[in-house]
Every structure is written in structure tokens, then in C-alpha cells.
């Protein structure tokens, strides 16, 4: 017959790393600090401002005409498979089909 002591499970802990001081710490629902006491963490109010900085200095500085050129398919088989990926990436999405 089984004993009716239950024995506490041990849950496995990852070692401490030096690692990236914004991370998000496994099985933790808490942000780590960021160097100066803020919290950060997805969709924060810091992280958009970032963003649209960069995006300015981007559309400020670069040429977009030169950006966009480059970006073309380079044949016509590399356009239908960027086609194709499109059409299958839409598939899995909630919105346009």
C-alpha cells in the first residue's frame, strides 16, 4: 500500500546567466529592472517611443526609393515563391483572406 506522505516535487532551476538585463525571467511574470529602476517590458510606452525615433531618423536619413529597389524580387520564380508565402501567411491570419 502507498504511504500517505507525500513527497514535496523539486522543481529544476536554471543556473544564473549574464545575461540581457531586460529579459523577462523564465517561469516569472515579473520584468527585471532595467539599469535606472524602470520596468520594461512589451508594449511599453518606452519601447514605442524608441521605435518611432528610429523610424523618423530612418525616413529622415535613408534613401527610401534606393531601400525599396533593392527589395525586388530579383526573378520571376523569386516573386511567385514571395507570392506564395504571402498567400499562405494571410491564410493563417484572422483578418484578410
Known amino acids: ?30 520584468f527585471q529592472q532595467k539599469p535606472g529602476g524602470q520596468k520594461i517590458g512589451e508594449g511599453s510606452y518606452e519601447a514605442t517611443r524608441d521605435y518611432q525615433k528610429d ?15 533593392a527589395a525586388k524580387p530579383r526573378s520571376e520564380k523569386e516573386a511567385r515563391d514571395l507570392e506564395e508565402a504571402e498567400k499562405e501567411g494571410r491564410s493563417h491570419s484572422k483578418g484578410e483572406r
Open 1 to 30: 500500500m502507498a504511504s500517505s506522505k507525500s513527497t514535496p516535487r523539486v522543481l529544476q532551476q536554471q543556473p544564473a546567466r549574464d545575461s540581457d538585463s531586460e529579459q523577462q525571467q523564465s517561469g516569472s511574470n515579473e
Open 55 to 69: 523610424i523618423k531618423e530612418y525616413l529622415k536619413d535613408a534613401d527610401v526609393q534606393k531601400d525599396a529597389e
